[in-house]
Every structure is written in structure tokens, then in C-alpha cells.
């Protein structure tokens, strides 16, 4: 009964391909966040959105794509994969009211050789 | 601007307590919270605090914030080995963005 879960776990990829990370929450949450932990913990937002609207888009390459099919759904597909995108990242929901904590899924450990 | 700061590094023995200080810059931030993050694992809420209230306690965390300085602190009583983590201050400036700061790496020795 994972609340809120990713896949892959683990991705080990070649510099210049495109990859995809799939997140899905069963809290009925209407908001969705990715996260970029780097090798130093230090966590910074990327994007968000709330009932598939995107509300907050950082600084990020535009090589790096969100999509919402659903409430309950973010994916990140990331193209022309570069050695600075090797991180671990996070997907997040909350509600929006209640307190906004977040729920955070155990995170996809991304590796580019 | 937006910032959390915290120190980094923590060391207890176990049985001790442990605190945990953060400054934070917004000033007009609602909620304030702690979050734990054991090794190969997402962030876990601990708590959080109100921004009108100036002490929250829950079992072995004690969070006490002082609005006029903007600095926040999570007391661990009786800290354990299984408390190690890294701890994360956030704050929540408004809107949908939460601030994370670089997170507080406690070591619990036996």
C-alpha cells in the first residue's frame, strides 16, 4: 500500500539518451512535486503541479519535461541525457489545506556515464 | 529572499538529547517543518509547527520556533541509534514552494 511510489528505483544510462521516471500517489493529493537531491543532500524543487496545472517551474534545462495525465500521476522524462543529471530524484504530493506536507516517494537514483 | 540555513553535522551519544537549530528568512512563512531522511530513503515528515504557535511537542520532539529571530530548533529527547538521519528545516514562504535547507546530519553513538 505504497502512498506514493516511483519507477525505476535505479537508472543507469549512456550521456545524450532520453529516460522517462514515473511517479504515482494513492492519497488523493492534488499536488505533485519533483525533486533533485544532489551528491550532497542538498534538495531543490523543479517543478510542481496542482490538478495537472503547473505552478511552479524552476530554473531547470528545457531538456527536462514534466507531464500530468491525471491527479494522481507526474512523470519526468528527461532528454539528451548529460554527467550533471546523475542525482537521485524525488517525487512528492500533498494536500493542498492541509498543513501542505509533503509526502515523498523513495526517490530514483539516476546514474549517467 | 528565501533561505534556511542549518548546520550540518550533529554528534550525540545515545541516551543524550539532541537539538537542532535552523534559521530561516521569510518572515511571512505559515507552516514550519522538520523532515528525516534515513540513508536510501525519500524525506518522512517528523512535525511541523503553525507559524502562531511558539512550541509543539509530540512524544520525544520538542519544536520550538521564535518568530522575531526566525529560528526554529527540533529538540530529540533520549536520542536512540535509529534516530540517525539527516534532518531537514523547511519552510513554507507561501504559495506552493517549500524551501528546504541543506539538511542536519545527527550521529547517535552508542
Known amino acids: 500500500d505504497t502512498a506514493v511510489s516511483q519507477t525505476p528505483k535505479y537508472l543507469v544510462t549512456q550521456m545524450g539518451n532520453d529516460k522517462s521516471i514515473k511517479c504515482e500517489q494513492n492519497?488523493?493529493?492534488?499536488?505533485m512535486y519533483w525533486y533533485k537531491q544532489d551528491s550532497k543532500k542538498f534538495l531543490k524543487i523543479m517543478f510542481s503541479?496542482?490538478?495537472?496545472?503547473?505552478?511552479i517551474n524552476e530554473t531547470v534545462p528545457n531538456r527536462f519535461s514534466p507531464k500530468s495525465p491525471d491527479k494522481a500521476h507526474l512523470n519526468l522524462h528527461i532528454n539528451s541525457l548529460e554527467l550533471g543529471d546523475s542525482a537521485v530524484y524525488f517525487c512528492?504530493?500533498?494536500?493542498?489545506?492541509?498543513?501542505?506536507?509533503?509526502?515523498f516517494g523513495p526517490g530514483t537514483r539516476l546514474t549517467v556515464l | 529572499g528565501e533561505d534556511v540555513e542549518q548546520s550540518l553535522f550533529l554528534s550525540v551519544r545515545e541516551g543524550d538529547s539532541s537539538v537542532i537549530n535552523c534559521t530561516y528568512t521569510d518572515s511571512s512563512s505559515t507552516y514550519l517543518y522538520w523532515y528525516k531522511q534515513e540513508p536510501g530513503a525519500g524525506l518522512q515528515l517528523l512535525t511541523y509547527?503553525?507559524?502562531?504557535?511558539d512550541m509543539k511537542q509530540d512524544q520525544r520532539l520538542t519544536v520550538l520556533l521564535n518568530k522575531k529571530d526566525k529560528h526554529l530548533s527540533l529538540r530529540i529527547a533520549d536520542t536512540q541509534t535509529g534516530d540517525s538521519a539527516i534532518y531537514f528545516c523547511?519552510?513554507?514562504?507561501?504559495?506552493?514552494?517549500?524551501?528546504f535547507g541543506a539538511g542536519t546530519r545527527l550521529f547517535v553513538k552508542a
Open positions: 492519497l488523493g493529493h492534488d499536488t
Open positions: 509547527i503553525f507559524s502562531n504557535m
Open positions: 503541479y496542482n490538478n495537472k496545472e503547473l505552478i
Open positions: 512528492a504530493s500533498s494536500l493542498a489545506g492541509d498543513a501542505d506536507t509533503q509526502y
Open positions: 523547511a519552510e513554507r514562504p507561501g504559495g506552493f514552494k517549500t524551501i
